[in-house]
């Protein structure tokens, strides 16, 4: 299973850390957010074999990182803002590497519950 914790809610220009434990094995793990009345969206995704790679919208503010001995994958955000508010997911893809880094949900096979990141003005 994948877990996702450490949603909360902040103010614009805050920074926060999502940690996303999963059980090992997994190919590829993407971070995903989806905000209310809006459809889901990738965010980024890590492989060990790979640099961390990041949609538009989000590089140069986020982060992803692994640490290995705990099996999580970590996402640094910096310099929130309410635009960023969303439930945020992690999730598994055993695809080839080009097919993972799209970051289309439909090529994930295995999804954590979300956590809720709340950003205020």
């Known amino acids: 299973p994948l877990v996702e914790s450490g949603g909360e809610s902040v103010q614009a220009g805050d920074s926060l850390r999502l940690s996303c434990a999963y059980s090992g094995g997994e190919y590829y793990i993407g971070w995903f957010r989806q905000a209310p009345g809006k459809e889901r969206e990738g965010v980024g995704g890590f492989n060990d074999h790979e640099s961390a790679n990041y949609v538009a919208s989000v590089k140069g503010r986020f982060t992803i990182t692994k640490d290995r001995a705990k099996n999580t994958l970590w996402l640094e955000m910096k310099n929130l803002s309410p635009e960023d508010t969303a439930m945020y997911y992690c999730?598994?893809?055993?695809?080839?590497?080009?097919?993972?880094?799209?970051?289309?949900?439909?090529?994930?096979?295995?999804w954590g519950q979300g956590t809720q990141v709340t950003v205020s003005s």
């Open positions: 999730a598994a893809c055993n695809n080839a590497y080009s097919t993972c880094v799209r970051l289309e949900g439909r090529f994930f096979h295995r």
